[in-house]
């Protein structure tokens, strides 16, 4: 028995190192084979992840765009009686009232006046447009408000329609046509020559711009984006420089290069300073002596100043012989009538109007469907 004693202690001793590096051999593999398969798991939970992110990314992006695809897509389709919205409100709103009576009676033209005045139609304007209805009434060819309405509607819309509003390029001259755009600070003048420029580079025209507002810093810097943008050349002065000077050069440039047509901003101080106008009419002369000949001189307005955008009118068309004004700002809280103002007491032409901030809102104006849009 002592024998057999000895013998299990001495097997146990040759043994057990055996068996204790098996179990540890056999720890470790199993150790590794956690550790592998955990990073398996975590690599296919993040293809899985990076998957489904790309995906939503995907998604997203797409979502987004179609969103802005259909806001540029209503957008475009937006008519011009949507873009005025604010505009007819104010005036059909006004004019409503005084025909939604049973009769036409003094009152109703003393309300008629009244609407018309407040939405800056103007005094004359008002009663050329009211005195032919009148009579209609008072021969007994209208006699319900209905009828009134649509007579009223009638004779705004040939009040604006015996002018025309082309934009005048001379394209026999052989030279550069120049557009001399003039009006106030904060009308859009500058914002307006930019999209003029990027418009008539579209037809095929080369353009040079101007930067003929010399006292307004952020002027030539915006010029000279929309420069960039539109493909145009550009000719600056120094800061409060001579106008007329930068104008003259950037005519000098065009008919040296051969370039269709100069944009030439100019000044916007306040229309009753004298030093301002006589400047304008100044930049005018200069213009006309240089290689090309001013076709079109425009005067921007912005719609919401009402019956001041007439008194600009007239003091622009006397220093620069005005051709056509362009209305900006109808998309906003403008009453829509400085429009029968300035064109039946001045006689001169909204050749175009600002429905918006880009380029496409800067359209050609008709007076059939603008005013169709007022009643409407």
Do not use: C
């Not at 949507?82 to 009232?97: E, L, P, Y």
């Amino acid at each position: 028995m002592l024998a057999l004693d000895v013998f299990a202690q001495l097997i146990a001793a040759d043994t057990a190192p055996k068996i204790m590096l098996v179990l540890a051999l056999l720890v470790s593999i199993f150790g590794i084979g956690v550790v592998v398969s955990s990073r398996r798991n975590r690599a296919a939970a993040s293809q899985v992840t990076s998957h489904e992110t790309r995906d939503e990314t995907r998604d997203e992006t797409s979502h987004v765009t179609r969103d802005e695809t259909r806001h540029e897509t209503s957008k475009e389709d937006l008519s011009v009686r949507d873009r005025i919205s604010k505009t007819r409100s104010s005036f059909a709103g006004a004019i409503s009232v005084a025909l939604t009576r049973s009769s036409i009676t003094q009152q109703t033209w003393d309300e008629l006046e009244e609407a018309l005045l407040r939405a800056d139609v103007g005094v004359t304007t008002t009663s050329r447009v009211l005195a032919p209805l009148r009579e209609l009434v008072k021969a007994k060819k209208i006699t319900q408000p209905n009828d009134l309405a649509s007579a009223l509607q009638n004779e705004m819309t040939s009040q604006l329609s015996q002018i025309s509003r082309e934009l005048n390029y001379d394209s026999s001259l052989g030279a550069p046509n120049i557009w001399l755009v003039v009006g106030v600070n904060g009308a859009g003048k500058t914002t307006t020559i930019g999209k003029l420029s990027a418009q008539q580079r579209a037809l095929g025209r080369s353009v040079l711009l101007a930067a003929g507002d010399t006292f307004r810093a952020a002027a030539g810097e915006q010029l000279e984006t929309w420069a960039s943008r539109s493909g145009a050349e550009i000719v600056r002065g120094a800061e409060g420089g001579d106008p007329s000077s930068v104008i003259f050069d950037g005519v000098a440039r065009a008919t040296a290069q051969k370039i269709d047509l100069v944009l030439a901003d100019t000044a916007g101080r306040l229309q009753n300073n004298t030093n301002l106008m006589e400047e304008l009419a100044k930049v005018r002369r200069v213009a006309d002596k240089g290689g090309g000949k001013v076709t079109e001189v425009l005067l921007v307005i912005d719609a919401t100043t009402g019956q001041n955008g007439l008194s600009q009118a007239k003091q622009f068309s006397q220093s620069t012989q005005v051709t056509g004004v362009v209305l900006t700002k109808l998309d906003g809280s403008a009453k829509g009538g400085i429009v029968f103002a300035i064109e039946t007491e001045l006689a001169i032409p909204v050749k175009l109007v600002g429905l918006g901030e880009t380029i496409n809102d800067l359209v050609a104006f008709d007076a059939t469907e603008f005013v169709s849009a007022l009643f409407n």
